[in-house]
């Protein structure tokens, strides 16, 4: 699995941060078999909203797009990790079904 994090719109995500996503990536090792790629992106809007987005590439061709907002970025972080492993998980089952 290629993990990619970048910041947007002159965001740069700091040490702490990658550090914070390193170990809830660590929470997905099981289903690191069915990802391909994992793009996030950060983003610090201007009314002090933090935005994260994911794109996930899966083995099998298909795709899938999550975006949270919230005012705390690791708060943020751990609902869109949540929404990153349920959307795995039902992508597994679907393709089991098949």
Same mark, same amino acid.
């Given at each position: ?72 970025? =690791? ?5 869109? =990790? ?17």
């Amino acid at each position: 699995m290629t993990v990619e994090v970048k910041g947007t719109h002159g965001y740069v995500p700091g040490e702490s941060t990658r550090v914070y996503i390193d170990k809830k990536l660590k929470r997905l090792d099981h289903l690191k078999v069915h990802v391909a790629d994992l793009h996030l992106n950060l983003d610090k809007e201007h009314n002090g909203e933090f935005t994260t987005e994911s794109t996930i590439h899966f083995r099998w061709g298909s795709m899938g797009h999550i975006k949270v907002t919230d005012r705390d970025l =690791f708060k943020a972080l751990d609902l869109i =990790f949540d929404k990153i492993h349920t959307k795995v998980t039902k992508e597994k089952e679907k393709k089991q079904e098949h």
